[in-house]
């Protein structure tokens, strides 16, 4: 039945109930005595309760849809509102289930594209911080050690010092460069690419140990990307806010033959602080891959980033 002889059939029977109570005992008098006021008052109150209650059930469904619409988010997919009853309402609600499929769908293509360009930009401005600039200061190296075995001593030290000055900014900018571009990913496989990223978070205040499970079935090469970029980004963001003493990153087998990474800080954790633009960019990376993403407390409190990886994402090569 649809909505609107639903809605028409009850105001309908509220009527009818009305207009048989005309021919009922009940009169009204002119003027109308209290008595008379109070029944039809309480008639009138009954009546009108009788309808809200009625419309409440009748219109249930469509509020349930309201709410699905307004906390749907598209970066976490596989929520929808559930089909129940018949009619326009559950068509609606079908219809819209399949509209978020639709969105869900582009916008994971969208978001592919965007990362696979900036995938590309990452590596071309890494190149060119490899090549050009770091070649660059390397020359000025040489050119600061050739002029300091030249030079009077007293002002040889100071030439020593803007050589380990550039030294350290050469340093940083390859850091820099393989933080844009994982050539160990490419090269040595993702097991590497996880130790070789613990050991570049890793200072004095900040312990980063990489815990990886032998054994574990390869996973192509855009799920092994999706993976370090989520290591990257959860060590970055407990390097900066968690003020985290202790971080693990757990490769390991995960859930249906699967695999699993653990980003696990001792820090302060989330709290109620909303999600930024970080967290928000792994979910948009793990949608490439199906994968499945939780940031959240630990059990120890700090701060966990899990992602499960299911089995049909199996088949690169990995070491």
């Known amino acids: 039945m649809s909505l609107y002889w639903r809605i028409f059939l009850l105001n309908a029977a509220v009527l009818v109930v009305a207009v ?30 009788a309808n809200a209650v009625l419309l409440r059930i009748g219109l249930a469904p469509l509020g349930r849809l309201s709410r699905a619409m307004a906390t749907v988010d598209l970066l976490k997919p596989g929520v929808r509102p559930q089909v129940t009853g018949q009619g326009e309402i559950a068509e609606l609600t ?15 293509t969208s978001t592919g594209r965007v990362l696979s360009a900036l995938e590309d930009e990452r590596q071309r401005i890494a190149q060119e911080l490899h090549d ?5 200061l390397t020359a000025v190296l040489l050119q600061i050690k050739h002029a300091a075995d030249r030079i009077p001593e007293p002002v040889r030290a100071d030439l020593h010092q803007a050589q380990e000055t550039t030294r350290a900014s050469l340093d940083e900018i390859r850091r820099i460069a393989r933080r844009l571009r994982p050539g160990v990913l490419e090269e040595l496989g993702l097991h590497s690419a996880l130790r070789s990223l613990a050991a ?44 985290a003493t202790r971080v693990e990153v757990h490769l390991r087998p995960g859930p249906g033959g699967g695999t699993a990474l653990l980003v696990r800080d001792n820090g302060r954790g989330l709290g109620g602080a909303p999600e930024g633009a970080g967290i928000r960019g792994m979910r948009e990376r793990v949608l490439l891959i199906g994968a499945e993403l939780f940031v959240g407390a630990g059990p120890s409190g700090g701060t966990d980033v899990r992602l499960n990886v299911t089995a049909l994402r199996h088949g690169g090569s990995s070491s």
Do not use: C, K, W
């Open 20 to 49: 048989l109570l005309l021919f009922g005992p009940v009169t009204v008098s002119t003027p109308v005595l209290f008595g008379e006021g109070i029944v039809l008052v309480a008639g009138l109150v009954a009546m009108l309760i």
């Open 132 to 136: 050009e600039v770091g070649q660059t």
């Open 200 to 243: 570049e978070f890793t200072t004095p205040r900040l312990s980063v140990n990489a815990l990886i499970t032998p054994g574990l079935p390869a996973l192509d090469a855009a799920t092994e990307l999706v993976l370090y970029r989520v290591a990257q980004e959860g060590l970055t963001n407990a390097a900066r806010h968690s003020g």
């Open 94 to 108: 079908g219809t819209f289930n399949t509209m978020l499929d639709r969105l869900e769908a582009e916008r994971a």
